[in-house]
């Protein structure tokens, strides 16, 4: 687990004047990754790093000769189209990469002149997914959204026995992610009302967001090598937000006997910033369980996990509506949380995914699967905050929402602080709905 260095120092500042803005989410302690380009520009996509409101161009930046040794050689990598060469390069690299940047990028640093050609607005960039991302597995984590859930259907036992166990989780689909601002057509899938025994094929009228966060896996293993807990964590190199989206009423015909499908497949969205594991280590915070709750198995427990395996990100889902947004009006919050009400943390997720003997690869994502709190104002989807659709949310304007209406966008924020640590985020995770497209006939 990484520990607290001289990057994360609350007193640095940046000669870059945006990054000392009390609102901005990419101060110089925090340092996050994305894949980008300027707009309007025939050029390849690269990664970069976000400072203030600008990105320094990685690839640029190792033109320049102001890094040396092993910064240097990550900086070079950052250079290409995707950062699944420098994920995979591990911690020494991703730490030498973040500590030269972190004293370049400082108030009366020499390397100011040097990098100044480097820097280009982030509002004159577009993003991509930050890496080639060869497998997706969505996890179960928030105790409390899982109880919301199983209280709806099983209103007398409404947590399987498993849950507490063994940390729950399936395959999703890899392609259909997309990075922040993306837009989707509402899906189209097998539909069956309660009171009518066949399915007719149609678009969901149940369509939901889950706030999540994506881990992205840096080092890999080889197959039939676990990972073991005390290890996990050094296998990933940082979070970004992640919006699964979920189409409620295609998952609830289908997912019996084997779990989601097309409910689950046409789109997931990422914020495009990663921020790195090293960047979170001022907020790490104890992992515990309830009082009565059994501890985890041997393999997923540590003394050091139990010490400082959480993390105290603070989360936040807002809804902007195709009418709000026509008369200019501010998104409307829906509700707020924090990771560290998370039942399982990152470490556990990488080593019971290797448990069986899976490889994982640099790119790969896992979701933490839907983050809700202890309260119905911290859940993290409208299936709870509506109680299954039968207690609608009053907007502004009049507007009232169950379910997500065709123009509706869904902004995932989330941001870290606490006295004595300079306050990170991870900058926007953006999708809007749109009408499903026409059905096709045989």
């Known amino acids: ?65 102001v890094l040396k040794g092993d910064a240097a050689i990550a900086a070079a990598a950052c250079g290409a189209s995707e950062l699944n ?63 919301n859930i199983g209280a709806q259907f099983r209103p007398d036992n409404p947590l399987l026995p498993n849950y507490k166990w063994v940390p729950i989780g399936y395959h999703g689909r890899s392609s259909s992610i997309r990075v922040s601002g993306d837009t989707f057509p509402r ?34 293993n080889e197959r039939g090598q676990p990972i073991p807990i005390g290890e996990a964590e050094s296998h990933v190199f940082g979070v970004c937000l992640l919006n699964d989206w979920s189409a409620r009423d295609i ?15 046409f789109a997931s969205t990422l914020s495009p910033w990663i921020v790195t594991m090293e960047a979170l280590a001022p907020y790490r915070v104890p992992f515990s369980r309830p009082a009565g709750d059994p501890s985890p198995l041997p393999y997923l427990d540590s003394a050091q996990m139990r010490e400082s395996g ?40 990488v080593t019971h995914h290797t448990v069986g003997g899976c490889n994982l690869r640099a790119g790969d994502l896992l979701g933490t699967g839907t983050l809700s709190g202890p309260s119905l ?6 299936i709870e905050l509506t109680t299954g659709g039968k207690r609608a949310l009053s907007l502004p304007d009049g507007e009232t929402r169950t379910y997500l209406e065709d123009g509706d966008a869904v902004i995932i924020r989330g941001r870290c602080e606490k006295q004595g640590a300079a306050r990170i985020g991870f900058g926007e995770c953006r999708g809007t709905v749109l009408p499903a497209l026409p059905l096709w006939h045989p």
């Not at 960039?125 to 497998?135: F, L, Q, T």
């Not at 998952?251 to 497949?265: D, I, T, V």
């Open 1 to 65: 687990m990484k520990a607290i260095n001289e990057t994360h120092d609350p007193a640095l500042k940046s000669w870059i004047e945006s990054a000392e803005s009390r609102d901005s989410d990419f101060p110089l302690q925090n340092l996050p990754l994305a894949v980008f380009r300027r707009k309007g520009k025939v050029e390849a996509f690269r990664g970069g790093v976000g400072i203030g409101d600008q990105i320094l161009d990685l690839g640029a930046t190792a033109n320049t000769g």
């Open 85 to 147: 060469s420098f994920m995979a390069m591990g911690p020494k690299f991703w730490s030498a990469l973040r500590l030269a940047l972190s004293r370049a990028l400082r108030e009366g640093a020499d390397a100011q002149a040097a990098l100044s050609g480097c820097l280009v607005a982030q509002a004159d960039s577009e993003y991509d997914v930050p890496a080639r991302i060869g497998d997706f597995t969505d996890f179960y984590t928030s105790l409390f959204h899982a109880t």
């Open 187 to 220: 899906p189209i899938g097998q539909l069956r009302a309660a009171d009518v025994e066949q399915p007719q094929l149609g678009p969901c009228q149940r369509l939901d967001y889950e706030l999540e966060l994506g881990i992205f896996i840096g080092t890999g």
């Open 251 to 265: 998952q609830a015909w289908e997912y019996q006997p084997l779990g989601p499908f097309l409910s689950k497949n």
């Open 310 to 349: 959480a993390f105290d990100i603070h989360l936040e889902v807002s809804l902007e509506t195709a009418h709000m947004r026509k008369h200019g009006r501010p998104a409307v919050r829906l509700s707020t949380t924090s990771y560290r009400h998370a039942y399982w943390t990152i470490g556990q997720m």
């Open 377 to 382: 104002d911290q859940a993290g989807a409208l």
